[in-house]
C-alpha cells in the first residue's frame, strides 16, 4: 500500500524564470499564475545568487574521505551532462527551476548500466504519479506535445527542496504573496507620481463656465495630455493657461513616498525566505563582516540547498556504495587573493599542504621536488624531544638529572 495518495506534480510553462513568479492570484498554495517576465528585482537576485553559486561549486566523487580523481561524474555533471549543455548552466537551471517552481527535472541516459548523459526535462512536460504499491512513475511528454514516455525514478532526477510529502516540492514564493504585493504596489506609487509629474495633484479652476461631468473629463484629460502625466515628455515644462483657467497645486505629501522608498521589510522577507544574508539584496548589515557573512551563507543557507542536489545525484548515480558526492565551495570563502595566499602558505607552514598542492590552488605550475611536506624544526613530539635530550646529555659527559656548577 502506497504511503501517500496518489498525486500530481504541479505543471508550469517550462521556462526557468517565466514560471510561478509575482503575479499569484490564487489562494490555493499548489498553483499560481505565470507571467510572461521575472519582473520582482529581489526575487530575480536572490535566485540569481543561489543558483549561481550552486552552478559554480563543482560536484566531486569521495571515496574514503578523498578525491576520487578523473572520475566520470566528474566530467558528465560539471563538464558536460548533453551535446546542448555545459555543466555550468545545467546546473544553473536546475537550480532555478527548484528555485521558482519547487521542482527540477533532468533525464538519466543510460547505455550498458553506465550514465552516458542528464538531459533537462521542462516541467511543463513532467506528471509524477504514485501508485498503490508506493512504486513512482514519471509520464514525460516530448517536444512534440503528443507522444508521452513512462519513466521509472531510476532514470529521472528529480530536485526538490521543501516538501509536504517527500515526493514534489513548493515554490517558496507562495510565502510571499503578500509580500511582492505590498512591493508592487509602493512601486507602483512611485512610478504613478514621478511619471505624472506636477499633475500629481492640483486642482485646475475654468472661470465662467458651467460644465457637465464629460465636459471637466475632457478638459482634464487635454489638460494633463499637454503637461505629460501619461509619458512624462512635458512633465515639469511651463504651463501655459488661458484667461479662464487658473491652476493651483497641492501640497504633496513626500512622507509617504520617502517611506516607499527607504522600506526595505519587503526585501528582507524575501531573503528570508530563500535563506540569504539581506546585504546580498543590498540592505546593509552593520553586524558581520563579508567572511562572516559568506560563512553564515554557506553553513546556514546554501549548505542545505546543496545538500538536496548531492542527496539526489548520489542516490541515482553513485553504484559504488563507498563513493559519496560533495560540492566544493572554497572559492566562496576566499575573500581577496591577499587572503588566499596568506592561508595557503599558513597551510604549508602546518604540514597541510605540499608546495605542489598550493602552487596548483595559486594557479601556478608544479616544481620538481615540491610533493613532500615541509616541518619546522621548532615542533617534534614529546618523546622525540626526550630523546633529543638525552643524547645532547651524553654528548657533553652529563648523565640525566645531573647539573654541572658554572
Known sequence: MALFKPRTAVKTSGEPFLDAVVSMTSSDNTTYTSVKALKNSDVFTAVKIIASDIASSPIEVVKNKMIVEGHELDYLINIKPNEELDGWHFKFSLAVNMLLNGNSYAEIIRENDEVVQLNLIANSNVTLTQHENGTLTYEVTNDDGKTKRKLSSKDILHFKYFSQDGLVGISPLNSLKDELDIQRAGNKTLFNFFNRGVNGSGILKVNKSDLDVSAKNAIREKFEEANGSSSGDNALRTIILDETMDYKTLEINTEVLRLVNSNDWNTKQIAKTFGIPSDRLGVENQHS????????????????YLMAFSSELRDKLIVDKKESLRFNTDRLLETDP????????????????????????????????????LASLNYTYLDNLEKYQMRKDERYGRKQGETIDE
Not at 559568506?294 to 553553513?299: D, E, G, K, R, V
Open 289 to 304: 563582516s563579508t567572511v562572516q557573512s559568506n560563512l553564515m551563507y554557506i553553513q546556514s543557507s546554501l549548505g542545505h
Open 338 to 373: 591577499a587572503n588566499l595566499l596568506e592561508n595557503t602558505i599558513k597551510a604549508v607552514q602546518g604540514s597541510l599542504l605540499t608546495i605542489n598542492e598550493a602552487r596548483k590552488r595559486l594557479g601556478l605550475p608544479e616544481q620538481e621536488g615540491g610533493d613532500r611536506l
